[in-house]
C-alpha cells in the first residue's frame, strides 16, 4: 500500500475511459471517475476496518476472565480513540512526508517525515480536485489509513490484558499511534527506504501493521511478565476465557473487516482491471482464513486428541495475517496453502511461548507476530518482484526498531508510572479495582 504515486494517479487517470457522468465544461470525465471511485474505496474499505476494532474488543472480551472484561472494552474504545486523535495531530505526516521537510527525501527514500497535524481538502472542492489532491481524496486516504494504525494498537491489547495499568497503556497506545507506527509505515507505505532501496514489498502489512503490533506487544509482555499463577511448579496452568461465543464473533468480524483491509489496499477501483484485482484479492482472503482454521482445527486434533477452539479462532486470523503481504498475486489453492502454514504456525508458536513464560492471553504474538512474519516472506512464493533479502531485511529492520523502541517506552512507563496492577487487584479482577464496574455483575467472578 503506497499512495500519493503521481505516476500511477497518472496512469490511473490516463487508462481509464469516461462513465458517461455528468460533468462541467471542459472537466475530464475520466478524472473525475478515478477520484470518486478511489475514493469511495478508501471509504468502505476504510469503514470495514473501522469494524475490525469491534471484532478485536469482542475477541479480547472473550478470551480474558469475566473480571476483565469491562477493562479490555474501555482499553479497546480508549486506544481507538486515542489513535484517532494522534495520528491526525502527529501520525499522518509522519507516514506521509512533504517534500522537503523529510529528513532524506531523496531519491533513496526517506527516513522521517513532517511533525504536524492532517489537512483534509477545503469544503465544497470542484472537479479540479482530482488534479490538485491525487487520484482520491485527502479525507478518505486519512480515513483508511487511520484504521490500520488503529488496529496496530489492538493488538497489543490483547496480549497484555488482566494485568497492565490503564492509564501507561493508554500513554504508549500514543506514542506507538502517534511515532512508532507512522515512521516505520513512511519506510514503506510512504516511499522511504524500504520501499525505494530494499524493494520490499508488503501489500497490506503483513510487517507493516501486524508484526509491528507483535513486536510492541512481545516487549510490554516481557517487562510486564505474567499473570500471577500462569506459570507454577514447572506446569502452565490454563485461565479459560469468560466467553467463547463472543470471542467466535470477534473472530468473524475481523474476517468479514480484512476484506476492506487487504482489498482496500488495492488504493485503486477506477478501471476495469483494478475491480477484478480487488475481487481477487476478497477471494484469495477468504481462502487463508479457511485455509488456517482448518489447518489448526486438524494440528490439535493431532496433538491434543480433541479441536481446541481458541486455536481455530487464532488459526483462521494467522491465516488471514498470512495472506495480507501478498492477496493479489496467489491462486486460490496458494493462497488456502499460505493460510494453513500460518494456522500451523499458531498451534505451535502458542506453546513455545508459554515455555518461555511469555503470558499472551488472547495470541496476539503468535498470530500477528509469527504469522506476519512468515506471511511477508511467503511473497516470494508467487510474486516474482520479491528478493529474499528484500523481504527478510526490512522484516529485521523494523522488528529491531519496533522492539527496542518499545521495550524502552516500556521500561521508562514502567519506571515513572508502574506499568503493572497490585497483586490484590489481579486476584479481585480489574474490573472493580481498576474501574469500579464489572461487565457481569450477576455472576460470580472468573
Same mark, same amino acid.
Given at each position: ?329 496467489? $491462486?486460490?489453492?496458494? +493462497? &488456502?496453502?499460505? #493460510?494453513?502454514? /500460518?494456522?500451523? @504456525?499458531? !498451534?505451535?508458536?502458542?506453546? *513455545? ?28 512464493? $508467487?510474486?516474482?518482484? +520479491? &528478493?529474499?533479502? #528484500?523481504?527478510? /531485511?526490512?522484516? @529485521?529492520? !523494523?522488528?529491531?526498531?519496533? *522492539? ?28 472493580? $479495582? ?13
Amino acid at each position: 500500500m503506497k499512495l500519493k504515486n503521481p505516476l500511477l494517479m497518472a496512469t490511473i487517470a490516463a487508462a481509464v475511459p469516461g462513465f458517461g457522468f455528468a460533468q462541467e465544461a471542459g472537466v475530464n470525465a475520466s478524472t473525475d471517475s478515478v477520484f470518486i471511485f478511489n475514493s469511495l474505496l478508501f471509504l468502505i474499505g476504510g469503514f470495514l476496518v473501522f469494524w475490525m476494532a469491534a471484532g478485536f474488543a469482542m475477541l479480547e472480551g472473550g478470551l480474558v476472565r469475566s473480571k476483565n472484561v469491562t477493562m479490555q472494552m474501555t482499553k479497546n474504545i480508549a486506544l481507538f480513540s486515542l489513535a484517532a486523535i494522534f495520528y491526525y495531530l502527529i501520525g499522518y505526516n509522519l507516514m506521509y512526508p512533504l517534500g522537503s521537510w523529510s529528513i532524506g527525501a531523496d531519491e533513496t527514500g526517506g527516513y522521517l517525515g513532517a511533525f504536524g497535524p492532517a489537512v483534509m481538502e477545503a469544503v465544497g472542492v470542484t472537479s479540479d480536485a482530482a488534479d490538485d489532491y491525487g487520484y482520491a481524496s485527502t479525507g478518505s486516504d486519512f480515513f483508511f489509513q487511520l484504521m490500520f494504525c488503529a488496529a496496530t494498537a489492538s493488538i497489543v491489547s490483547g496480549a497484555l490484558a488482566e494485568r497492565i495499568k490503564l492509564w501507561p497503556f493508554l500513554v504508549f497506545t500514543i506514542i506507538l499511534t502517534g511515532i512508532i507506527y507512522p515512521i516505520q509505515a513512511s519506510w514503506k507505505w510512504g516511499g522511504g527506504f524500504l520501499d525505494s532501496q530494499w524493494g520490499f514489498l508488503d501489500f497490506a502489512g503483513s510487517t507493516v501493521v501486524h508484526s509491528v503490533g507483535g513486536w510492541a506487544a512481545l516487549a510490554g509482555a516481557i517487562i510486564l511478565g505474567p499473570r500471577l499463577g500462569k506459570y507454577k511448579d514447572g506446569r502452565v496452568n490454563p485461565m479459560p476465557g469468560s466467553n467463547l461465543q463472543m470471542a467466535t464473533l470477534g473472530t468473524f468480524i475481523l474476517w468479514l473487516g480484512w476484506f476492506g483491509f487487504n482489498g482496500g489496499s488495492q488504493l485503486a477501483m477506477g478501471t476495469v482491471g483494478d475491480v477484478a484485482d480487488i475481487s481477487r484479492i476478497f477471494a484469495n482472503t477468504n481462502a487463508a482464513a479457511a485455509g488456517g482454521a482448518v489447518a489448526a482445527l486438524i494440528m490439535t486434533q493431532i496433538m491434543y486428541k480433541k479441536p481446541d477452539l481458541t486455536m481455530i479462532l487464532n488459526g483462521a486470523l494467522a491465516g488471514l495475517v498470512s495472506i495480507t503481504a501478498e492477496p493479489l498475486t496467489p $491462486t486460490l489453492g496458494s +493462497a &488456502t496453502l499460505i #493460510g494453513a502454514v /500460518g494456522g500451523v @504456525i499458531v !498451534v505451535f508458536a502458542v506453546p *513455545f511461548l508459554d515455555k518461555m513464560k511469555i503470558d499472551d492471553v488472547v495470541g496476539a504474538i503468535p498470530v500477528h507476530l509469527f504469522a506476519g512474519i512468515w506471511g511477508t516472506m511467503a511473497v516470494l512464493l $508467487t510474486n516474482s518482484d +520479491a &528478493t529474499f533479502m #528484500g523481504q527478510l /531485511g526490512p522484516i @529485521i529492520i !523494523v522488528g529491531v526498531f519496533v *522492539f527496542v523502541v518499545s521495550l524502552v517506552v516500556w521500561v521508562v512507563l514502567k519506571g515513572v508510572m508502574g506499568i503493572r496492577v497490585s497483586e490484590e487487584a489481579e486476584i479481585n479482577g480489574l474490573d472493580t $479495582t481498576e474501574l469500579g464496574m464489572e461487565a457481569y455483575p450477576d455472576f460470580s467472578k472468573g
